[in-house]
C-alpha cells in the first residue's frame, strides 16, 4: 500500500477559517478565529486522513511570475485584513508545533508549490491529498493525487480524484484549465474571454479539447461567438497561462523531512494557553500521550476515611478535592503542607472532621461539595477559598473554570482531565469501572496544586484590588447559595394542575382560530407547513428565507403582524406553548417529596457578576403576559400560615448611573425622590413636568434605561417606532441636558480603550477585547459593554452584599425565615408568620445601607401568601 502525503494549502484554509467564523478574542485583545479554525481543520485532517507524510504550503509576499505576465493578476483582491495579519505568524509557529514543514517560495504561489510537491510526490510512487479550499487545484487530480475542496465553512469538505472532475465539470483535469481561461475568474482578477461564461466554455471545450485546438479552429463557430473568441485570442492565451499551475518550480524537496512526527506537545499546550483554546489541549491528547501520563503516575497515600482527621492533625489551613460522581460524593483527596492522602467516602458523617471555625479549607468549585453535604445533615462551620471563584474574578468571561484548564492557565501543571478517566457521553464509565489508580493520581495532583493555586491567584487578585470583592461577598456568597440550593421553593401543586388547564383551553381556542383562517388543519410547530400557510396560502411577504425554506422566527413574525391579525395569534401560541412546556408542566418533575424545586445557583457564569439559575431556572419566568405572572401563584411559603416577601431595589441601575456619573440633575432627582422618568421626559421634550403626557413618559423611560445600554438612534427609532431623526433629537436632548452622564459615557469608552477593560464600585473588572476591533460592530458592542458593564456589574455587586447580609441577620438572630431566591434586583424570602414584621425591617435597614451612594437605595416590599401576591 503506497504512503499517503498530505499537502495543505495554507493560506486558503486560512483565509476560509477567518472569513466563517466569527470574530474571536483572547482577553488580551488578540484576534484568533482564523488560527482557531484552521488549527480545528488540520487536527480533523491528521486524525481523519492519518497522513505518513504532511506539509503545509503558504504564499510568500514577493509578486509572482504571474504579476509580471499580467499586472492586474489579483488587483481586484483586497488586501488582508489587520485583523488577520495578525494571526498569520503565531498560526505558522502552531504549524510548526505540530512538527510539520512549511513549504515557501520567492516567486512562486502555494499552488505553485503544491502542483510541483504533488507531482514529485506521486512520481515517487505516493499516494497524494491536496485540502485547499481553491477549485484552481483540480486540474492537479489524477489516479494518485485527490483534492479536497472547502465546500462550506470550515466542516463539509467534497474529494475529487480524476473521474470525479470529469463527472462534474464534463472535462478532464487538464483540460480544467483550459475552462478557467475561457471563463476567466473573477477572484484572481484572471480575465477570461468576454461573454464566455461556464456552460459555453465546457461546450467549447469538449468540442475542441484545449483552447489551443479551439483558436485553430475558429472557422466552425458561427455568429457573435465566433467573432468573440477571434477577437480575444491573445486574452484567452494570457488567461489559460495565468490559470495554469506551474509543476516545474526550483525546489529543492526531501522526502524524509515531510515524514509525519509525534507534535510538540509542551509547545502545543503553552500556545493553546496563550490562544486560550482551552477546547483544543484535549483535542490533541493522542493513545501515546495517555500512555505517556499513565506511566507518570505516582503512588499516593491512601487511607481510610476515619482516619482523615488524624492526617490534618492540628492544621488550619488545607486543601481538599472532593470527587462527586453521579450526584454523590464518592472520594476525596486532602493535602496538608506538601502531602496529599486520597480516601474513598462511604460516611457523610466523616466530614464532621472539618467542623472547627479556625479551619481553612481551600478547594475548587466548593460549592457543589457543600450542597452534596448540606442533603446529608452537613453543615460545616470552617471557613472557605475557592479558587474557581478566583479564576472567575480575575477574567469572567471565560468559558469555564475546570480544575485542569486553570491548574494549566495559571501553573502550567497538566492534570489531564477528569473525562479522560472516567470517560463521556455513551463511553461514560460506572465508579466501579474507573481506572482507579489513574483516578487517585487526578485527585492528588489536583489538592497538591490547589494551595500554590490560590497563593498564584491571590497575587492577581490583590494587583487588581479585589480583596473586598472576593473575601466580603464572592466567598460568603457560596455559603448563601448552598443555603438557597438546599432550602428549595415550595409549589403548589394544585395551582400548577389549574393553569395547565387553563393554558390548554387558551391553546385549543387559537389553534382553532389558526385553523378556521386557513381552511385547513397542519402542523403549527412545523416551520415548513406554517412557512405555506402565511407565505403561499396567505400571500405574507416572505421577510426572511433560509436554504430549507421560509424563516417563521419571532422577527420575521413580529414585522409580519401589521399585515395579517393571525399572525399576533401564532405568536401567542407560542408563547403559551414555552410557557406550559417549560414553566408549568416543567416544574412538576422537578418538584420532590416536600413540593420544593431546587435550583441551582451559578456564580461563575456571567460576564458581569449577576449569578445565573438553572434546572429550573426560576430567573425568567416571562412575566410580561398575564399566564406568566400568574405562574408565580404557585410559588408559596413553606408553612401554611407563613409569607412570601419580597424585596427590590427600585431602579438601581439609574441610581448606579447617577453614582458613578456624578451627574447633578440625576443626583438631584433621586435625592428630592422625584419620578425619574417624569424629569427625563420634561428634560428631553423640553415642556413643563405638568405637562407630560403618559406617552411622553413612556418614550423618556425607554430613552433612560436606553442610555445604560449605549443604545443608538437607530436602536432608538426601532424601539419606539419613531424615525431615526427623531430619535437622534431625543438622545441629544437628554445629553445636553445631563451633561454628567455623557462625560461618564465618553470617559468610560476611553478608558477601555487605552487598559482593555473596565471596573465597577467593587473593582470587579470585565476585559473588552473587542472595542479596539477594527470591525465596526465588534467595536460598537465593546462600546456599548463599556458604557454598561461598570453599572450592571455594580448594581451586582449591590445585590450580592445584600444576600451575603441579609442571610447573615437571619442566621444571627436564629429566625425560621430563609432567603431562598434572587431574581434580577429581587430578593424572595420564606418568612415564618412570627417574623413577619422583623424581617420586612430588617431587610429595609440592609439593603438601603449595604453601600454608601451619592443618591439613596430604595427598596419596596412586598408580602403575601404566594410570590404574585408579594410582588
Known amino acids: 500500500m503506497s504512503k499517503k502525503f498530505l499537502i495543505i494549502d495554507g493560506n486558503s484554509l486560512m483565509y476560509r477559517a477567518y472569513y466563517a467564523l466569527p470574530p474571536l478574542m483572547t482577553t488580551g485583545g488578540l484576534h484568533t478565529n482564523a488560527i482557531y479554525g484552521f488549527t480545528t481543520m488540520l487536527i480533523k485532517l491528521l486524525k481523519e486522513e492519518k497522513p505518513d507524510y504532511v506539509a503545509v504550503a503558504f504564499d510568500k509576499k514577493a509578486p509572482t511570475f504571474r504579476h509580471k505576465e499580467y499586472d492586474a493578476y489579483k488587483a481586484t483582491r483586497q488586501s488582508m485584513p489587520e485583523e488577520l495579519i495578525e494571526q498569520v505568524d503565531l498560526l505558522k509557529e502552531i504549524v510548526d508545533a505540530f512538527n510539520i514543514k512549511v513549504l515557501e517560495l520567492d516567486g512562486y504561489e502555494a499552488d505553485d508549490i503544491i502542483g510541483t510537491v504533488s507531482k514529485l510526490a506521486e512520481q515517487n510512487g505516493f499516494s497524494v491529498l491536496v485540502v485547499t479550499g481553491d477549485r484552481d487545484a483540480l486540474q492537479l487530480a489524477s489516479e494518485n493525487v485527490k483534492i479536497k475542496i472547502c465546500k462550506k465553512g470550515i466542516t463539509q469538505m467534497e474529494e475529487y480524484d480524476e473521474k470525479d472532475v470529469l463527472g462534474r465539470y464534463e472535462v478532464t483535469p487538464v483540460q480544467f484549465i483550459d475552462l478557467k481561461g475561457l471563463m476567466g475568474d473573477k477572484s484572481d482578477n484572471i480575465p477570461g474571454v468576454p461573454n464566455v461564461g461556464e456552460k459555453t466554455a465546457i461546450k467549447l471545450i469538449k468540442e475542441f479539447g484545449s483552447i489551443e485546438n479551439l483558436l485553430k479552429n475558429t472557422e466552425?463557430?458561427?455568429g457573435k461567438l465566433k467573432e468573440t473568441i477571434e477577437n480575444?485570442?491573445?486574452?484567452?492565451?494570457?488567461s489559460k497561462k495565468l490559470a495554469t499551475i506551474e509543476?516545474?518550480?526550483?525546489?529543492?524537496?526531501?522526502?524524509?523531512?515531510?515524514?509525519?512526527?509525534?507534535?510538540?506537545?509542551?509547545?502545543l499546550i503553552e500556545l493553546f494557553n496563550k490562544l486560550e483554546f482551552n477546547s483544543l489541549i484535549d483535542a490533541i491528547k493522542n493513545d501515546d500521550k495517555e500512555n505517556l501520563y499513565k506511566s507518570n503516575i505516582k503512588d499516593w497515600k491512601i487511607i481510610d476515611y476515619d482516619n482523615l482527621e488524624e492526617f490534618i492533625n492540628n492544621e488550619t489551613d488545607i486543601s481538599i478535592y472532593p470527587f462527586i460522581y453521579d450526584g454523590e460524593i464518592k472520594a476525596l483527596s486532602l493535602a496538608s503542607n506538601d502531602d496529599a492522602v486520597y480516601s474513598d467516602i462511604e460516611n457523610m458523617g466523616v466530614f464532621d472532621f472539618l467542623n472547627r471555625e479556625n479551619l481553612t479549607i481551600t478547594g475548587h468549585n466548593l460549592k457543589d461539595f457543600l450542597v452534596k453535604l448540606s442533603y446529608n445533615g452537613v453543615d460545616l462551620k470552617c471557613k472557605y477559598c475557592d479558587t474557581a471563584i478566583m479564576a472567575y474574578l480575575l477574567n469572567p468571561s471565560e468559558p469555564e473554570y475546570n480544575i485542569d484548564r486553570v491548574l494549566k492557565k495559571y501553573l502550567k501543571v497538566d492534570v489531564s482531565s477528569i473525562e479522560a478517566i472516567t470517560g463521556k457521553g455513551k463511553n461514560k464509565k460506572s465508579f466501579k469501572e474507573i481506572d482507579k489508580r489513574a483516578l487517585i493520581d487526578y485527585l492528588c495532583r489536583c489538592t497538591i496544586n490547589i494551595k500554590k493555586l490560590k497563593d498564584k491567584l491571590m497575587v492577581f487578585i490583590k494587583d487588581m484590588s479585589m480583596e473586598k470583592l472576593l473575601e466580603d461577598v464572592e466567598m460568603p456568597l457560596m455559603e448563601v447559595l448552598k443555603s438557597m440550593e438546599v432550602y428549595g421553593f415550595t409549589l403548589d401543586r394544585e395551582v400548577l394542575k389549574d393553569l395547565s388547564e387553563k393554558i390548554d383551553k387558551k391553546i385549543n381556542k387559537i389553534v382553532e382560530n389558526i385553523f378556521e383562517t386557513a381552511g385547513y388543519e397542519f402542523n403549527i410547530n412545523s416551520i415548513k407547513q406554517l412557512g405555506e400557510f402565511l407565505f403561499d396560502k396567505l400571500n405574507l411577504p416572505a421577510i426572511k428565507k433560509t436554504k430549507t425554506g421560509y424563516s417563521t422566527d419571532v422577527e420575521v413574525l413580529m414585522q409580519l403582524v401589521p399585515y395579517n391579525?393571525?399572525?399576533?395569534?401564532?405568536?401567542?401560541?407560542?408563547?403559551?406553548?414555552?410557557?406550559?412546556?417549560?414553566?408549568?408542566?416543567?416544574?412538576?418533575?422537578?418538584?420532590?417529596k416536600n413540593n420544593k424545586v431546587h435550583s441551582t445557583f451559578n456564580q461563575l457564569v456571567t460576564a458581569t457578576g449577576r449569578i445565573s439559575s438553572t434546572e429550573p431556572n426560576l430567573q425568567n419566568i416571562p412575566i410580561r403576559e398575564e399566564f406568566g405572572r400568574q405562574i408565580r401563584r404557585a410559588f408559596i411559603p413553606s408553612t401554611k400560615e407563613g409569607y412570601i416577601v419580597s424585596a427590590d431595589y427600585s431602579q438601581i441601575e439609574l441610581r448606579v448611573l447617577a453614582h458613578i456619573s456624578g451627574d447633578e440633575k440625576l443626583i438631584e432627582s433621586f435625592k428630592n425622590n422625584e419620578d425619574i422618568h417624569l424629569r427625563t421626559a420634561s428634560e428631553v421634550f423640553k415642556v413643563a413636568p405638568e405637562n407630560v403626557t403618559p406617552e411622553m413618559r413612556r418614550c423618556a423611560k425607554v430613552v433612560n434605561f436606553g442610555i445604560i445600554y449605549g443604545i443608538s438612534d437607530f436602536g432608538l427609532s426601532k424601539d419606539l417606532k419613531i424615525s431615526r431623526k427623531e430619535a437622534k433629537e431625543y438622545i441629544d436632548n437628554y445629553f445636553e441636558k445631563y451633561k454628567g452622564v455623557?462625560?461618564?459615557?465618553?470617559?468610560?469608552?476611553?478608558?477601555?480603550?487605552?487598559?482593555?477593560?473596565?471596573?465597577?464600585?467593587?473593582?470587579r473588572r470585565r476585559y473588552i477585547p473587542e472595542i479596539n476591533s477594527k470591525n465596526y460592530n465588534q467595536k460598537s458592542f465593546g462600546e456599548r459593554m463599556a458604557m454598561n458593564t461598570p453599572i450592571q456589574g455594580s448594581a451586582a455587586d449591590i445585590i450580592k452584599m445584600s444576600m451575603v447580609q441579609v442571610y447573615s441577620e437571619l442566621k444571627n438572630k436564629n429566625m425560621n425565615s430563609k432567603l431562598i431566591l434572587q431574581v434580577h434586583d429581587e430578593?424572595?424570602?420564606?418568612?415564618?408568620?412570627?417574623?413577619l414584621n422583623m424581617v420586612k425591617t430588617m431587610l429595609k435597614a440592609v439593603m438601603e445601607h449595604v453601600v454608601e451612594l451619592k443618591v439613596p437605595l430604595i427598596v419596596e416590599i412586598g408580602e403575601g401568601?404566594?410570590?404574585?401576591?408579594?410582588?
Open 220 to 222: 466552425r463557430l458561427k
Open 232 to 238: 480575444n485570442v491573445e486574452l484567452a492565451v494570457l
Open 247 to 267: 509543476r516545474n518550480i526550483p525546489i529543492e524537496l526531501n522526502f524524509n523531512d515531510y515524514v509525519k512526527k509525534e507534535y510538540n506537545y509542551d509547545k
Open 565 to 592: 391579525e393571525i399572525v399576533s395569534k401564532i405568536i401567542e401560541y407560542r408563547q403559551l406553548v414555552k410557557l406550559k412546556s417549560t414553566y408549568i408542566d416543567g416544574f412538576i418533575p422537578l418538584m420532590d
Open 742 to 763: 455623557k462625560n461618564y459615557l465618553e470617559n468610560i469608552v476611553k478608558f477601555a480603550k487605552e487598559h482593555g477593560y473596565v471596573t465597577t464600585i467593587l473593582n
Open 827 to 835: 430578593l424572595i424570602i420564606d418568612v415564618y408568620p412570627d417574623e
Open 865 to 871: 401568601k404566594n410570590w404574585y401576591e408579594a410582588k
